[in-house]
Every structure is written in structure tokens, then in C-alpha cells.
């Protein structure tokens, strides 16, 4: 009997093999894959690695077998254009994982919900995004907290303390991101630790299940065996639920529909009481898509510029032409500091910090630029690779903002935040945070290091230094 089942599982493997790289799915090339995990060894950093078989290969796309699971990963601006906006209702949808599953409450979220769910959450938000009341506050929401965290930094700089970018940037953008979403505001002393601690923790947990690579959900013998698990196991983003929870009640016995305060005072008014809960997973979108992403972004900015002190006088004497004795930049005015924004895009190109935007799957068969999709295959836009690819750009791997001050520069394969209707929908007030924060800390201060800081990422979902420690000595302008 034994026997017997060591000649199948040996059969398995064959058959495993021969199906992976030698039948049907084998028009594009891709690395070799091996039985039963395919290509699994390869995701360990995958946006590095998925990079450097884009150089190998030099084809507009690469083929993976993420365990069972058949992927294509996209590497070329032009198919990603006629995937993502010419054939999008071929894309719509996201892969319904189990991980995917229990981060968002059984897909009730925006990132990761399946259509007409996603349709309708995008459409409510959107509509918050614009709505006056909620828009004609956020300048003055913006002014008290920026205001607040520039007072933080002067009295830094004249006790000589070191300016800690990860413990300030945090609150900051959490501060700005959820003082939109649910009038929330995150303490700026040692009072507010261990709810900081938290979040962060739930946030990095969340990003750890929806990062790629993932033996147990890529395994079709063990993805049965996860899926009735997945119930027992506790969400990682509880303490981020418990606190949307709490503010959700808040909101519920002071709501008044002729006062819509915020985000979610409009999806209160919205949706139906039994609805309710929805708004607490589309409020942990603001923490992951929202807060992390500036996060890193915020990181990423002080690691390349604290070397570069040009580049801070020059985009200083710029917004000091501007924005005179102010204390805060006015993202309103952000069309006059041209050299301000290109040092901001040149971050989020070299850096993006979702190197590999969250996968779609092709609901049919569809051929495109003369590059043949199958359907139910994953698709993965690689856009650390389109932002580093030398045909698009000189000198990739160099820090450069001028690249972005030419005439044709809306013409550069820059996609940071996506392309599409699936896209983020937080774009603006991103953008807005982004160069607020950024700006504020430039036009009152001059930074340095002691140290030299290493472009080495860590790795996950979204990208952070691997070096999360950035402690910069501040001067005041």
C-alpha cells in the first residue's frame, strides 16, 4: 500500500511539472517551475526579484506558477495601459483569497471587495471625497495638525533631540487620513503608544496575509485545510476594528444628517443600520491604503534627501518664494513649486510603495498588444520594474527629480497610485497629505543624519526602509 502511494505521489510530481512548464500556459516566457509550489521560492522580496527576471527576459510580461495558481506578471507600461483602462471590465475583480477574506470581513471592504460590493463602496466614498461640508473643513483640519507638528519639531530643534521620522510621520498621516474618514485624532505624546503600537501591529500583520507568496493559499492541498481553519484564527486587524468600532458609536449618538462632519458620517446617513458594520472595513482601507502607503513614502523622502542638502535648499527656495513666512505649505498652491513636486514624484518612483499593485484576475480569455491572457489567470502589475526600466528612463536607479521638469513629463510611465477605475480613490487627499507634510518640514527646517542610510528594502506588500530607524538632526530655516 505504501508503495502504491509513493508511485502516485511520485506521478504527482510529474504531472505537476510537465502541467507547469511544458503544456498549455507556456506561450510567455518565466522561470522554471517546480512541482506542486511552482514558483513560491521566488517570492521572498518578490518585487526585486520579479524585476530582475523582467531584465532577463526583456518581454512585456513573465509567466509564474504561484503553487497552483497561474500568474502573469506585468512589466511593459503599454500592456499594463491595455489591460488596466482599454480592458478593464476583463480586470475587474480581485482574486477572492481566504486571506483576502478575513482582512476585509468576507470582502466588505473597497480594496479587495468583488463587484457590485466594490461599485457601490466606491461610488459612497467618493461621493464623501467631494462632498462640501466634508471638503470645505479638510484645509482647516489640515492647518491643526500640521501646525501641531511643526510647533513638535521646533521645540525638537531647540532641545537638540533627534527628529524620529517613524514615531512623528506616523501620527502625522494617521492624523490627517482619519481626522478625514472619522473626525479621529492620534495623540502626539507617550499617551498614545500602545494605541499607535497597536494599529501599526494590525496594519502589519494585514499587509503580511495580503503579501504574495503564500504557501498555504497557493497550495491546492492545503488551501482546503486553511479555509476551514480560517474562522478560528483571530483577524490581525482586530485592534484597528475595536478602535473604528468605538469611533462608529461615537459617531452614531451625535449623528446629525443635516451636519455630515466626515467620511463617515455619510456612510451612516447611507446605508442601512444592518449596513453599519461595512463602514468599519471600508475605514480599515484608510489605515492600509491610505496611512501606510504615506507612511513609507514619508520614510523613503527623509532617506534620500537627509544626503542631499542641494536638493532641500533648492526645493526650500522655492517654496519660500511662495508660501513667504508660513508656517505650513498650502497644497492649493502646489501647481507653483514644480520643483517641490518632482523631488515628491521622484520618491514615489524610485520607491513606490506598492511596488506590486494588488493582482486582478481576467474574467475571460482575452489577447492584448499580441500578449495572450487565459482566463481565471492572476495578473500582477510590476510597477517597481515600469519605473526602472531604462528605455523609460536614464539613469533608473539614480535619485533625480529634475527627470519629471520636462515638457513631456505626463508622458513618463509614472503610476505610483494605479490606473483605472481601481485605482486609488483616495488620490487626492494622498497627494495632498503627501505635500503638505513633506513641504511644512522643508520650509522650516534643514535636515541631516549621522549616519548613512541604505537603499535596502524590507520586504513586503508595501516597501519600507530596511532600516525603519531614521533619527535626522533638525535646523531651523
Not at 548613512?452 to 530596511?466: A, G, Q
Request: include cysteine.
Amino acid at each position: 500500500m505504501l508503495y502504491i502511494i509513493l508511485l502516485l505521489f511520485i506521478a504527482y510530481l510529474g504531472f505537476s511539472f510537465i502541467s507547469k512548464n511544458f503544456i498549455g500556459k507556456t506561450h510567455i516566457p518565466g522561470p522554471l517551475a517546480f512541482p506542486i509550489i511552482g514558483n513560491l521560492n521566488l517570492f521572498n522580496s518578490p518585487h526585486l526579484v520579479f524585476h530582475k527576471l523582467a531584465e532577463k527576459f526583456r518581454t512585456p510580461c513573465i509567466r509564474l506558477w504561484m503553487g497552483d495558481h497561474y500568474v502573469i506578471v506585468v512589466n511593459d507600461f503599454e500592456l499594463f495601459k491595455g489591460i488596466y483602462l482599454k480592458n478593464a471590465n476583463n480586470f475587474k475583480n480581485r482574486p477572492l483569497s481566504p486571506g483576502f477574506q478575513m482582512i476585509s470581513g468576507n470582502f466588505r471592504n473597497i480594496i479587495h471587495a468583488p463587484t457590485p460590493t466594490w461599485t457601490e463602496n466606491k461610488d459612497l466614498v467618493k461621493n464623501h471625497f467631494t462632498n462640501k461640508n466634508i471638503f470645505n473643513v479638510m484645509p482647516s483640519k489640515f492647518d491643526k495638525h500640521i501646525n501641531s507638528f511643526i510647533d513638535i519639531l521646533e521645540n525638537l530643534e531647540k532641545t537638540g533631540e533627534k527628529f524620529d521620522v517613524n514615531y512623528y510621520i506616523i501620527r502625522i498621516y494617521m492624523n490627517l487620513v482619519m481626522s478625514h474618514f472619522c473626525c479621529a485624532e492620534i495623540a502626539w505624546g507617550d499617551e498614545s503608544k500602545k494605541l499607535v503600537d497597536e494599529l501599526c501591529v494590525a496594519v502589519d500583520k494585514a499587509v503580511e496575509v495580503a503579501s504574495y507568496g503564500s504557501y498555504r493559499e497557493s497550495l491546492s492541498i492545503l488551501s482546503p485545510i486553511y479555509k476551514y481553519l480560517l474562522p478560528t484564527e483571530p483577524c490581525p486587524l482586530q485592534p484597528s476594528l475595536d478602535y473604528l468600532k468605538v469611533k462608529l458609536q461615537e459617531h452614531k449618538d451625535t449623528f446629525d444628517p443635516n451636519n455630515i462632519r466626515d467620511v463617515m458620517d455619510g456612510l451612516i446617513r447611507d446605508l442601512d443600520e444592518k449596513e453599519h458594520d461595512r463602514i468599519i472595513y471600508i475605514g480599515t482601507d484608510f489605515f492600509l491604503a491610505g496611512a501606510e502607503g504615506q507612511i513609507a513614502s514619508g520614510e523613503w523622502f527623509f532617506v534620500y534627501l537627509s544626503s542631499r542638502p542641494e536638493i532641500q535648499d533648492r526645493a526650500y527656495q522655492e517654496l519660500k518664494s511662495v508660501f513667504g513666512d508660513s508656517k505650513r505649505v498650502d497644497y492649493m498652491k502646489k501647481n507653483q513649486t514644480p520643483y517641490f513636486n518632482a523631488i515628491i514624484k521622484e520618491v514615489l518612483r524610485i520607491q513606490t510603495p506598492l511596488p506590486l499593485s494588488i493582482p486582478r484576475v481576467a474574467e475571460e480569455d482575452i489577447t492584448i498588444n499580441g500578449t495572450f491572457i487565459p482566463k481565471h489567470s492572476c495578473v500582477i502589475p510590476n510597477l517597481y520594474s515600469i519605473h526602472r526600466q531604462e528605455r523609460y528612463w536614464k539613469d533608473p536607479n539614480e535619485f533625480i527629480p529634475e527627470r519629471f521638469m520636462v515638457e513631456n513629463e505626463t508622458s513618463l510611465p509614472y503610476i505610483p497610485y494605479g490606473l483605472g477605475e481601481r485605482g486609488c480613490i483616495g488620490l487626492n487627499l494622498a497627494q495632498n497629505c503627501v505635500y503638505t507634510v513633506l513641504g511644512s518640514v522643508l520650509l522650516n527646517f534643514s535636515f541631516t543624519s549621522d549616519k548613512v542610510f541604505s537603499y535596502e528594502t524590507k520586504p513586503n506588500l508595501v516597501i519600507h526602509p530596511n532600516d525603519r530607524d531614521i533619527q535626522l538632526n533638525l535646523k531651523k530655516r
